[in-house]
């Protein structure tokens, strides 16, 4: 993927607020610039029985609620909530990046992204119940890929995995944010897609198992 400068990365895309009628959830790309790149920040899910997402790593983000004018209201909202950002602690307007398909969870995703402001507050685990650490990953690793078997929407499989200090990003948003960093569109396929789908002989179809 193209190592794009962040100004680059968040200029080429509109400032948006969808309706909240067109996804039931959303999630921010937090940004910075990390000393030798730029950093995505992340969440890794407090390990919980019955929970879809227990352990997973994941962006800041979570369900709409009624009181949620637009999905970009949703996504700040649970950033806050999360990892105790607000909107001043962001630089400039936040993005949209657009809307993808969860298949684990079934339901469609809002994705936004913003820049880290000068001076704003370090992110902290606000609810230990439902978020057990925060940490930055830079986008380089993102480029390589390990295969690790993992509970899908379909059973256990092998799927495509970035592995950062020991933590396993895989699934949906490993997917949208090799997306974002390529600037390919969310639904567009791009090669651990195709891998992953070749490896099941199933076509495009079974890409869903990895969103």
């Given at each position: 993927?193209?190592a ?26 937090v ?60 630089d ?54 390990q295969?690790v ?38 639904a ?24």
């Amino acid at each position: 993927m193209a190592a794009l400068p962040l100004r680059h990365l968040l200029g080429a895309l509109p400032v948006e607020r969808p309706s909240t009628a067109g996804a039931d959830a959303a999630v921010l790309i937090v940004l910075r610039d990390g000393t030798h790149d730029v950093e995505t920040l992340l969440i890794e899910r407090t390990v919980r029985e019955g929970d879809p997402a227990s352990g997973h790593i994941a962006l800041p983000g979570g369900r709409v609620e009624r009181t949620d004018p637009d999905l970009c209201a949703t996504a700040i909202r649970e950033l806050s909530e999360e990892v105790g950002l607000g909107p001043d602690d962001l630089d400039g307007a936040v993005r949209y990046v657009g809307t993808d398909h969860a298949a684990r969870f079934r339901m469609n995703v809002g994705v936004f992204a913003a820049n880290l402001g000068p001076g704003s507050s370090a992110p902290r685990v606000q609810s230990p119940r439902e978020v057990a650490h925060v940490f930055w990953l830079p986008r380089g690793p993102l480029e390589a890929t390990q295969w690790v078997t993992r509970d899908t929407s379909r059973g256990p499989r092998e799927v495509p995995a970035t592995v950062y200090d020991g933590r396993v990003l895989w699934g949906f948003t490993r997917r949208v944010l090799r997306h974002f960093f390529a600037q390919r569109p969310l639904a567009e396929p791009d090669d651990d897609d195709r891998a992953f789908a070749t490896r099941l002989g199933a076509g495009e179809g079974s890409m869903s198992l990895i969103r």
